[in-house]
């Protein structure tokens, strides 16, 4: 059965609150930072792996201007809490999240967006 996407089942949990107020389009990406495996391949064609015990990743955000949030984020200087989004059985994030760097602000004759990249130092990515 084909299934219908639905943006208003996708939720962001900061320190045990929901963010609200998202922006339009692609509103929140996750990613790891550093590859899981590496292999190498030695003269006689011998291979070697290794595992990445790096668990860092990024978060990145976007929400409108005037979303309450805003306020929140920009007074979280230095601030290490958990950051998790979930979407029906996929979850990701940690709970080690920084904010990396404050939104660049933006003003129009038009609602903008800002976004805000927060370092996770212990990114997971969890399907149920």
Not at 7 to 22: L, M, Q
Not at 42 to 64: C, H, P, Y
Not at 104 to 117: C, G
């Amino acid at each position: 059965m084909v299934q219908a996407y639905d943006a208003s089942t996708c939720h962001a949990v900061r320190d045990g609150k929901t963010i609200t107020g998202f922006g339009e389009g692609t509103f929140i990406t996750g990613q790891k930072s550093n590859p899981t495996m590496s292999v190498k391949t030695n003269a006689q064609g011998e291979t070697f792996w290794a595992k990445s015990n790096d668990r860092q990743g990024r978060i990145v955000i976007t929400l409108m201007q005037e979303s309450s949030w805003i306020k929140t984020l920009n007074t979280e200087n230095g601030k290490i809490a958990p950051l998790w989004v979930t979407r029906g059985n996929e979850k990701f994030g940690g709970n080690q999240a920084a904010i990396e760097k404050v939104a660049d602000i933006t003003l129009s004759n038009n609602v903008e967006a800002r976004q805000y990249t927060f370092l996770v130092g212990d990114y997971t990515v969890i399907n149920n």
